[in-house]
């Protein structure tokens, strides 16, 4: 390896920080997911769930991208990114790609202002998931690795320690507002013995005010949700996401 992309693995930018540290006093950190934000007014909506900085609001946002073939929807790109990261220049931004190639989209995403970039071990296993880690290191964003509900845990443990997330689905992706899936709470309670207090273990999928505290007592660190924060009115969510937290 070359001594600048040795430099490149290493790179912390001061907002991909919140993916690689170790955990703070506003544990756990809250991702609202903008699929269910109001794409026609994506500013105003996101600010409602993050609210002005000091008044306990979001962490992060996290965006999903769907191509159609991995699952069968289709949603947003790096251009939604690059809008978002302009409105928002502090917030980390949190792309989960849900997508047959993520490895065509690495560069695209980093030059759009993500933070941090998520693919499946359903589309990329062993050394193959390994070498792509790499290459979303030395674009600048620290890296995730994503797996669906009815995927095994240890295919992912196994190559762990080449990344900073593990995300568990607890629904099968495609789209926003349905059922957690309880069951998987069992692959976060692994995960997050398995990681290094460095490590985040996020989880993504049915999410709500009423399923939060299993989900925190499992051991995530960072909780995604679109319909319950959203779903909300806009009065109601920066409560919403204090609920999820458990503050
Ligand atoms: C699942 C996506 C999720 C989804 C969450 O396909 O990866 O991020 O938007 O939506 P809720 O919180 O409504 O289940
Ligand atoms: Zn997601």
Not at 79 to 95: E, N, S
Not at 102 to 113: D, L, N, R, S, T
Not at 206 to 223: M, T, Y
Request: glycine residues 8%; aromatic residues 6%; hydrophobic residues 45%.
């Amino acid at each position: 390896m070359s001594t600048a992309a040795a430099a490149e693995l290493t790179k912390v930018t001061p907002t991909n920080r919140i993916f690689r540290s170790a955990p703070c006093s506003r544990w756990p950190l809250i991702a609202p997911s903008i699929l269910s934000a109001d794409f026609g007014n994506m500013e105003r909506d996101c600010r409602t769930v993050l609210g002005d900085g000091t008044s306990g609001g979001a962490d992060l946002l996290h965006l999903d991208v769907m191509d159609g073939h991995f699952v069968p929807n289709l949603t947003m790109g790096p251009d939604m990114c690059k809008g978002v990261r302009k409105a928002f220049p502090h917030t980390p931004l949190d792309v989960h790609l849900m997508v047959a190639k993520p490895e065509m989209y690495v560069e695209p995403f980093a030059k759009a202002g993500a933070d941090h970039f998520t693919f499946h071990i359903e589309v990329h296993q062993g050394q193959a998931a390994i070498e792509l880690a790499r290459r979303v290191r030395a674009a600048g964003m620290t890296v995730g690795i994503a797996v669906n509900p009815p995927t095994p845990i240890d295919p992912v443990l196994e190559i762990a320690s080449h990344f900073d997330m593990v995300l568990v689905m607890s629904v099968n992706p495609g789209f926003s507002g349905q059922s957690f899936i309880e069951p998987v709470l069992e692959k976060t309670r692994r995960a997050r013995a398995a990681l290094g207090p460095d490590q985040r273990v996020e989880m993504d999928g049915g999410i709500n005010q009423s399923n939060a505290s299993k989900v925190r007592e499992a051991g995530c660190d960072i909780l995604v949700a679109a319909t319950a924060l959203f779903g909300l009115p806009v009065a109601d969510r920066l409560r919403g996401v204090a609920a999820l937290r458990g503050s």
